[in-house]
């Protein structure tokens, strides 16, 4: 369930270097000693708490109105798991960003539709970490056997609308005044994406610590590292 990009990173010849850019190869090669995705533990609770705590406090992206406790988040992670996925991003293992998927709906024929989130710490936006942890959630998710990912996002956030649009999120909902926060009325609008091929029957949804043992589970996790910025 863990995976480390330095300590298992491939060993290249020295043939295999000469025949790529040298510099792209260094600092490809430090990116990945420095970022790790792998599946959130309760050690990570207070890293993925100190995210998430402002956008409780000051946004509207999230619309709790009081910040979770350290063991609520503990407690999140572990009913999160194994039935979804829960990811964090590391930097130097410090936790710099986490995504997770989630509950739909509660009535059993919703239980391969599931909601998505995504949040960064707030010194390491613009590194394209979300779009790193997103690509690899999606790619468990669609092995797991779900087949509509749903993301709500409070508007105005054009943002995080253009963000899901670019893995192909498309609007099909929006609620009106939905959410009551700072003393104002908020409205949400929903993106799904569709792992459904024609109208063929689910087959039961498979554990994310089954998906972990799987050969393809390494590349899910290590890939997504190359397209975070410096």
């Keep these: 369930m863990f995976f480390h990009c330095f300590s298992l990173y491939r060993a290249f010849t020295l ?14 090669f430090i990116l990945k000693k420095m970022y790790t995705i792998r599946l959130a533990q309760e050690k990570d609770a207070l890293g993925i708490l100190t995210i998430y705590r402002p956008f409780v ?5 999230s619309f709790e109105l009081e910040v979770p406790t350290l063991n609520d988040i503990k407690n999140r992670i572990k009913q999160t ?9 590391l930097h130097n293992e410090s936790v710099v960003g986490y ?15 599931t909601e998505v989130s995504v949040y960064i710490h707030e010194d390491y936006r613009k590194k394209r970490i979300g779009t790193a942890l997103y690509k690899a959630l999606l790619a468990i998710l669609k092995l797991q056997g779900f087949k509509n990912i749903i993301a709500g996002i ?15 999120f498309h609007f099909f909902a929006r609620y009106e005044n939905v959410g009551f926060k700072f003393n104002n009325w908020h409205s949400t609008e929903w993106y799904q994406i569709s792992f459904l091929e024609g109208k063929e ?11 972990a043992k799987m050969e393809d589970w390494k590349t899910i996790i290590h890939d997504p590292i190359s397209i975070i910025r410096p």
């Design 201 to 211: 029957k689910p087959k039961n949804l498979v554990s994310v610590l089954d998906i």
């Design 15 to 28: 043939q295999e270097i000469d025949n790529q850019n040298t510099t792209n190869f260094t600092f490809n």
């Design 81 to 89: 798991i194994p039935r979804y996925p829960y990811l964090v991003c």
């Design 154 to 168: 409070t508007i105005p956030n054009p943002k995080s609308i253009a963000f899901h649009q670019s893995f192909g």
């Design 99 to 113: 995504a997770y998927a989630g509950l739909h709906r509660k009535r059993e024929a919703y239980q391969w539709s």
């Design 57 to 61: 406090e000051t946004t509207t992206v």
